[in-house]
């Protein structure tokens, strides 16, 4: 097991963000659920990520990349080794050729604004999607007809071993992944957007909220869709067929407005959350034989 205790002390020497010892992580998920990780370190920048994650390989410490935390399920025994939070890298570039460079913490509703507002489409219809860039490359995040690598001409990550630069053909964005793996961090993106109309792309960012308000507004903490829509289904009405709107354990429940959410209605523990996952899934095997996957991450040990 990676020395915590020596880990921090190297740190402490080099690393120019900030170091957090057995940091609560329902602090950061959307879901507000979650143990403590051994460490918590916010990069602020770049060769700050890189020096962290070399520091961390060498001592043969594990370490998870943490964006918003909109899509994560942390269980309540918290996270051994390290989360490295990316909320500061959050650079935005504007160049020729309707292309755009946008560092992995940068808000995506920041992003697709910014793009709206110089007439670059192609995102859209993502806006209100929460979460940083490189969640939602790490994800696919998509809504509608659009998906967030439609528009990725290449991505910059890092590993143990240094930075690499992937090109479009060499990335496999499909139904909510991209084909990284574990131990590749998502730094910064290459975008390309299509030339859009200003107003019109506006329009659509407020037509979107509106619509998200009036559909997402699930009243509690939550982590969007849990599961993937199984193919040509859709796992709401899946859950929903299955009687299982509304259903709780503990503070977790199905949404009553989204089938597909599940809302923490104010102390549920992740426990409550997987347990309602897993009986979700039964009630919907049974009905239909179809096993539903979860769309969330879920990561940690339990309590
Ligand atoms: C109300 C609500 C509505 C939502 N609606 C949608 C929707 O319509 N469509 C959709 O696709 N999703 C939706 N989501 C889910 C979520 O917002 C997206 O998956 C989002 O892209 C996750 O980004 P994040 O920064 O929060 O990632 P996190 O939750 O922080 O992380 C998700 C995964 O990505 C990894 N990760 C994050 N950043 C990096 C990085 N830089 N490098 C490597 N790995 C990284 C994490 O380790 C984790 O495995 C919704 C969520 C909520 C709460």
């Keep these: 097991m990676a020395d915590i205790v020596k880990i921090f002390e190297k740190l402490q020497g080099s690393f120019k963000g900030e170091i957090l010892r057995n940091e609560p992580l329902t602090r950061h998920t959307s879901w507000q659920v979650g143990g403590p990780a051994d460490l918590f370190l916010v990069p602020v920048d770049k060769a700050d990520l890189a020096l962290a994650v070399r520091l961390l390989a060498e001592e043969e410490c594990p370490y998870f990349p943490l964006g918003a935390g909109t899509n994560l399920l942390v269980k309540d025994g918290g996270v051994r080794g390290a989360i490295l939070d990316l909320n500061a890298l959050k650079d935005l570039e504007l160049l020729e050729n309707h292309r755009v460079r946008a560092g992995c913490g940068l808000a995506m509703a920041d992003l697709i604004r910014v793009a709206a507002e110089h007439g670059l489409g192609g995102l859209e219809y993502l806006y209100g999607i929460p979460g940083t860039v490189g969640g939602a490359v790490i994800m696919n995040a998509g809504a509608f007809h659009q998906q967030f690598g439609d528009v990725v001409v290449a991505v910059v990550w890092i590993d143990a071993g240094g930075e690499k630069t992937w ?137």
Excluded: C
């Design 167 to 303: 090109t479009r053909d060499e990335l496999s964005f499909s139904y909510r992944t991209a084909g990284f793996n574990k131990g590749q961090i998502v730094v910064e993106v290459l975008l390309e957007f299509e030339e859009g109309d200003r107003r019109e792309l506006e329009n659509i960012l407020r037509e979107r909220s509106e619509y998200r308000l009036r559909t997402h507004d699930v009243s509690g903490p939550n982590a969007g869709s849990v599961f993937r829509n199984p193919p040509g289904q859709n796992a709401w009405r899946l859950v929903d067929e299955a009687g299982m709107r509304g259903a709780r354990i503990g503070d977790a429940q199905v949404s009553e407005k989204h089938t597909n959410f599940i809302v923490n209605l104010g102390e549920a523990r992740a426990a409550d959350i997987l347990a309602l996952i897993d009986k979700v899934r039964r009630a919907v095997e049974e009905k239909t034989g179809i096993l539903l996957e979860p769309e969330v991450k879920i990561v940690g040990e339990d309590d």
